[in-house]
C-alpha cells in the first residue's frame, strides 16, 4: 500500500482478554518500529526491527507485550492479559533502512486500545 | 541519557502571526540526529525535519524555519505566517548513535492552535 496501514483502529476490549494488534509497513521497508501513545507517558518507543528480528525489546512494558514480524513485512503486537494502564494509542512506524533513526519514519494513523 | 523537553504544552495564536516552538535536548554522544514531526488531528505523525549533530546551519523551508543551537542544546522551530492549518501536536525528537540511531526519543508535544 501507499502508507502503513494498522488495523485494527479502535479496539475495545475487556480487563484480562488478550488483543493483538497488526501493522502492514510500506513495502520495501525493513525497519519497523512500534510505539505507544498515552495521555500520561506522551510517545514512548515499544520494540524495533530489523527485518524479522528485533535487536531491541528493551522498551516492551512487561512480558504481556510480545511481538513479531514475519516475512519481513507484516507485524503483530499482542498483549496478554490487558490492564486499564495498557489503554493508549499504539503506533506503527517503518524506514527504509537499518539505521532507521537517521531515516525519517513514516507512521500508521495507530490503532485506540480500550481497556474496560 | 536521551532527554528531549518541549515545555510548551500548548500554544494559542490568531493566524499569520508567527510562533516558535521550542525543544531542548539531552544527549552525552556526540553523534546524534534532532527531528520534529507534525500530528495532525488524524493522528498520523508526518516527518518535518532531520538534522544531525555536526550540522549546525539553520533550515528555512517555505514558512517553516529551525535554528539548532548546540551551545544552548536546543532545536526550535519557526513557523512564519501561520495558518489554520498549522494546528497540529509537534514532537521533537532525538535518537543518538549509543542505541544505534534505532530508539527515537519524544518530548512530550507542543500542542498548536492557529484560529482564523
Known amino acids: 500500500g501507499a502508507g502503513v496501514s494498522q488495523s485494527p483502529s479502535n479496539k475495545v476490549t475487556e480487563k484480562g482478554k488478550d488483543v493483538e494488534l497488526r501493522c502492514d509497513p510500506i513495502?520495501?521497508?525493513?525497519?519497523l518500529y512500534w510505539y505507544r501513545q498515552s495521555l500520561g507517558q506522551g510517545l514512548e518507543f515499544l520494540i524495533y526491527?530489523?527485518?524479522?528480528?528485533?535487536?531491541?525489546k528493551s522498551g516492551l512494558p512487561s512480558d504481556r507485550f510480545s511481538a513479531e514480524r514475519t516475512g519481513g513485512s507484516v507485524s503483530t503486537l499482542t498483549i496478554q492479559r490487558t490492564q486499564q494502564e495498557d489503554s493508549a494509542v499504539y503506533l506503527c512506524?517503518?524506514?527504509?533502512?537499518?539505521?532507521?533513526?537517521?531515516?525519517?519514519?513514516?507512521f500508521g494513523s495507530g490503532t485506540q486500545l480500550s481497556v474496560l | 541519557a536521551q532527554k528531549v523537553t518541549q515545555a510548551q504544552t500548548e500554544i494559542s495564536v490568531v493566524e499569520k502571526e508567527d510562533v516558535t516552538l521550542d525543544c531542548v535536548y539531552e544527549?552525552?554522544?556526540?553523534?546524534?540526529?534532532l527531528f520534529w514531526y507534525k500530528q495532525p488531528p488524524s493522528g498520523e505523525l508526518v516527518f518535518l525535519i532531520r538534522?544531525?549533530?555536526?550540522?549546525?546551519q539553520n533550515e528555512i523551508s517555505g514558512r517553516y524555519s529551525w535554528n539548532f543551537q548546540k551551545s544552548t542544546s536546543s532545536f526550535n522551530f519557526t513557523i512564519t505566517a501561520s495558518q489554520v492549518v498549522d494546528s497540529a501536536v509537534y514532537f521533537c525528537?532525538?535518537?543518538?548513535?549509543?542505541?544505534?540511531?534505532?530508539?527515537?526519543?519524544f518530548g512530550t508535544g507542543t500542542r498548536l492552535l492557529v484560529s482564523p
Open positions: 538534522r544531525n549533530s555536526f550540522d549546525e
Open positions: 512506524a517503518s524506514s527504509l533502512d537499518i539505521w532507521g533513526g537517521t531515516e525519517k519514519l513514516f
Open positions: 525528537a532525538l535518537s543518538e548513535a549509543g542505541t544505534g540511531f534505532q530508539k527515537l526519543v
Open positions: 513495502s520495501g521497508h525493513t525497519a
Open positions: 526491527f530489523q527485518g524479522n528480528s528485533a535487536p531491541d
Open positions: 544527549t552525552r554522544d556526540t553523534t546524534y540526529y
